[in-house]
């Protein structure tokens, strides 16, 4: 038996195997945020001793494992098959597919496959930090989601007996669980024991008005009145007909699409409160709680919203739905993320109407009794949304997006801003696997600067850093200090901002871009629209028109001065991304005028700033003299 931080180290391992965990994750996970002056030397041995213990090398191979040390952390190479988890999800995944098939006999032996791995509580003999205690609950939450899906296999197979015996046992832990309590009732009446199946009713009925002070839910007291009726629908289904089969699914399945949470998620304190408290708050209301995180590319949207669903999942046992919205900086049509909706909860491809309208009112029939989550990441316009949103007061709506959808009913906006400096220089630290201190702090708290303090670009920083032959925290503030450089270092795999910004700006009318281009150009870091008007020679209002457009697309910020007025915010990653556009679209217009001597250089851009005379798609306005 490993002693106890051990048994921590190699959770850890095993859960993340095949990739590198940042020695800063261990540090957390086990001293909680208050390490010894010597952790970093405490880790090194309990490696040792890890790798002693396993009988393995410092990297080589040895019985198919091996334990890796990288710059950032260290890395446990295994085959998967090693793992009871994979093993587990994989039983699981095949058991889901054969029930969406129909085969039940073959779902209920892939879904005892993945059983018969457990053997307690999930990592009950490890002492657990947040990461761990967070990721046993998951696996706890799953293995519910097998159990049940194999009662229903069995349900289906006739099994009423296995059925039974499963679900009192599991009622004992989850008295106020209706959707067990249903079943039970079902299996009890279809073993010819109606009596024990309405008694089942009345002990929940009184459980839940005694804790909670509410009646059982609509499908609950349905089949209730299904069982005084003796309903024949109640009995073990025989081959149905083929017009019953366009009206009722072949499977209830549970969904639960949430991607994993970010291990080294920060600050958002305040804000995921706020948004916590939205869910809590609902009430009696009508209309589903439905919250719109919405800011600038990279500030870190779809992470908060991830986190904001682990957090309320447990309020939607009925399932949680995740659709990405944008795929390659293309609108993804609602009608196909419905009818992936759809087959999620067990629909087969010939029940799933063509029409997008007829998808939308199957899938909303479905949630009407259930509650139901759904997250919708990157939405981009109001259109696509609408035909995915529930009607229950039930269910509840997250979504992510970069311009506000002014023209849904009833959705919260929240704009979320970078990352507060600390926070920034912190998640920097977290994915490098360094705690900075004296002038190293100082020299990272320049690069998190350079990178606007937006999470996406410090982790596309922090990824490049983390590699073995990466240059000193000095050099990369030199190569981040001008702005044309800065863009291309702000790619790292995933982490893209010159993908980001440049699907907001594809996305702008040609009016708008040519605003951008001339801001990037000639505006200072803050400014006022009449300033600016005067500048280029054109109507106020106009140009008003077209920042509001640039503001909605979260290319420009605004704040209010001193006076009340508003301001508008041109950072400083976006001036760079708008001269590298300026230049690849007007590259030989700029170089002619430069060539002709009036060109003079911009201390802060590595960039000729000429006075303008633009071509004929930039002649709406032409910049005026500069006082």
């Not at 030199?478 to 893209?496: K, Q, V």
Request: net charge negative; glycine share 6%; aromatic share 6%.
């Amino acid at each position: 038996m490993l002693p106890p931080k051990l048994r921590t180290i190699m959770a850890m391992l095993l859960i993340l195997h095949d990739q590198v965990v940042p020695t800063s994750q261990f540090i957390d996970e086990i001293w909680l945020g208050d390490p010894p002056v010597t952790v970093v030397a405490t880790m090194q041995t309990y490696i040792y001793q890890l790798r002693k213990l396993l009988g393995i090398g410092e990297s080589g191979h040895e019985q198919g494992i091996a334990l890796l040390t990288e710059p950032s952390g260290y890395q446990l190479q295994v085959a998967p098959e090693c793992i009871d988890v994979p093993v587990f999800e994989r039983c699981f995944q095949a058991g889901q597919k054969a029930f969406a098939e129909g085969d039940y006999t073959r779902a209920a032996n892939s879904l005892e496959s993945a059983l018969s791995l457990w053997r307690s509580q999930a990592l009950a003999d490890v002492q657990k930090g947040p990461f761990l205690e967070s990721y046993a609950a998951h696996l706890e939450e799953t293995k519910i989601q097998v159990t049940e899906l194999r009662i229903d296999a069995y349900l289906q197979l006739g099994r009423s007996l296995d059925a039974i015996r499963e679900l009192k046992s599991l009622i004992i832990n989850q008295p106020l669980h209706e959707g067990l309590h249903s079943k039970l009732m079902l299996a009890l009446h279809r073993s010819g024991r109606r009596h024990e199946a309405l008694a089942v009713f009345g002990r929940l009925r009184r459980s839940l008005v005694d804790e909670l002070g509410i009646e059982p839910s609509p499908p609950v007291q349905r089949l209730h009145r299904a069982l005084l009726a003796a309903d024949p629908s109640l009995d073990l289904p025989a081959v149905r007909a083929a017009e019953d089969v366009l009206t009722a699914p072949t499977v209830v399945a549970v969904p639960a699409q949430i991607p994993a949470d970010i291990p080294d998620f920060i600050g958002r304190d305040f804000v995921l409160g706020r948004l916590e408290q939205t869910f809590l708050q609902n009430g009696r209301k009508q209309a589903p709680p439905m919250v719109s995180i919405t800011g600038m590319a990279g500030v870190g949207k779809s992470a908060l919203a991830v986190r904001l669903a682990h957090r309320v999942r447990q309020r939607f046992p009925d399932g949680q739905f995740f659709a990405a919205l944008r795929r390659n900086g293309a609108a993804v049509d609602p009608s196909d993320v419905l009818a992936d909706h759809l087959h999620a909860i067990g629909f087969a491809h010939s029940q799933i109407p063509a029409a997008l309208e007829s998808r939308s009112q199957l899938f909303c029939s479905w949630c009407a009794d259930r509650r139901v989550l759904i997250v919708l990441d990157d939405a981009m316009s109001e259109e696509q949304v609408r035909p995915l949103l529930p009607g229950s007061p039930h269910c509840a709506v997250i979504m992510t997006n970069r311009s506000p959808l002014y023209g849904i009913s009833g959705l919260r906006t929240f704009e979320i801003n970078p990352l507060a400096e600390d926070d920034a220089i912190e998640l920097l630290g977290m994915i490098v696997g360094r705690r900075w201190s004296g002038p190293e702090r100082q020299a990272a708290r320049s690069i998190v600067d350079y990178c606007e303090n937006l999470p996406l670009a410090v982790r596309a920083v922090g990824a490049r850093l983390a590699r073995p032959a990466s240059p000193s925290l000095d050099r990369w503030v030199a190569s981040l200090e001008y702005g044309r450089r800065r863009i291309e270092e702000l790619c790292s795999g995933t982490f893209d901002m010159w993908t980001r910004l440049e699907q907001s700006y594809l996305e702008l009318d040609d009016s708008a871009r040519t605003v951008l281009l001339l801001l990037g150009r000639h505006a200072p870091a803050r400014f006022g629209v009449e300033e600016m008007a005067r500048r280029f020679q054109i109507d106020s209002f106009e140009l008003e028109r077209m920042l509001s457009t640039l503001v909605d697309a979260r290319l420009l910020l605004v704040e209010a001065d001193g006076a009340g007025e508003t301001r508008y915010v041109l950072l400083s990653m976006i001036r760079a991304f708008a001269l590298e556009r300026f230049t690849a679209e007007l590259g030989e217009h700029t170089e002619a005028a430069v060539e002709a001597g009036d060109g003079t250089v911009d201390d802060d851009w590595d960039e000729p700033t000429v006075p303008l005379a633009p071509p004929p798609q930039l002649a709406l306005m032409r910049p005026g003299p500069s006082h």
